[in-house]
Each structure stands twice: as C-alpha cells, then as structure tokens.
C-alpha cells in the first residue's frame, strides 16, 4: 500500500512564491501582513522553517515552525483517527422458523454483541423445500419476536424482505 506524502502538501521556505504573507510565529501569535523575504529572515533568525499553511486565502498563511515535527505531527493525527475510524458492518444471523427458544436466545445474544460493537444486524430466517409455503407466517413471527427483543438497542433500519425461500430484515444500533 502506498504511503500518503505529505511533503509535497506544503511549501517551504524558499517554494514560497507570493510577495506578501499574514505571519503567525512560532508562538502561535500573529505578525500580520509582511514582506516574504522579511518572513522568511524572521524564520532563519529564529533557526526554523517559514511553512505556507492556507496557501488559498488572500495573502498566503505562512506559519514559523519546525517542518520535520510538523509532518510528524500531522502524521500522528492520521494514524489516530485512522484507528479511531469503525467500519460499519453487515453481521447475519440465520435462523430457521422452527428454532427453539433457547437457541434464539442464544443468537439474539450474539446479535446484542453485534449491535453494541456498532455493527448492522442481518436477521435470516431460512426455508427449506416447501416449508416456505407452508410456515411463512412463522418465520414473520419469529422475526416480530426478535424485533421485540432487540427494539430496546436498536432500529429497523430495513423492513422485512421476502427474497426467495428467505425472509429478512435489517436491524441498526441506536
């Protein structure tokens, strides 16, 4: 995998091309309007980099500041929200019409699990043969249960679906 460059992001010192720049020192105060050569003289006086931060606002926001610890910086905060970052998910659990009570539970159970971790809730309940035609309106009832259940962590987010010999529906965490 590729890894982002942020080096190319900002000009330096000497890429920096317009004439007049709004300062903020390194002590995060601003300088206001100067001369880029007067910028950047105040940046080798002080032994760090002149950065241009907004090079889209009218002047350019250039910044006094280690350019090293910057990008470090900056590379921290995206690691951070990287990992802070949940992909949602779809998790499905498949019963059948004629599942006893305690195995319900013990499915809802790990569905609770999967709604609290942030993640979609796919309930499936499974035909097999002609039992579709002829139990359909237990596997709509089970599905009410299970909604019954789990209304207290969460949504209908899709209602129920008849997909072949499947019947479904699509629960989100609150």
């Known amino acids: ?17 317009c004439n007049e720049v709004r300062l903020i020192d390194n002590n995060n105060e601003q300088r206001g ?7 950047q003289e105040i940046a080798n006086n002080v032994g760090l980099d002149l950065v241009e931060i907004s090079p889209n606002s009218n002047p350019p ?3 006094i500041l280690d350019y090293g610890k910057f990008l470090y ?24 019409p004629n599942t006893g009570d305690h195995d319900l539970v013990t499915k809802l159970k790990r569905g609770q699990k999967f709604l609290e971790n942030g993640d979609k809730l796919k309930i499936t309940v499974m035909y097999r043969g002609r039992e579709f035609y002829s139990r359909k309106e237990d596997g709509i009832e089970t599905l009410n249960k299970v909604v019954e259940v789990l209304k207290d962590i969460s949504f209908i987010d899709k209602p129920v679906d008849l997909q072949g010999r499947r019947v479904s529906i699509v629960l989100s965490p609150k």
């Open 33 to 39: 309007l100067l001369n880029l050569e007067k910028a």
């Open 61 to 63: 926001v250039c910044k």
């Open 73 to 96: 910086e900056i590379e921290k905060q995206d690691k951070l929200n990287k990992k802070k970052q949940h992909v949602v998910q779809v998790k499905e659990i498949r019963i059948r």
């Open 1 to 17: 995998m590729a890894k982002k460059n942020n080096r190319n992001k900002y000009r330096v010192n000497s890429q920096i091309v």
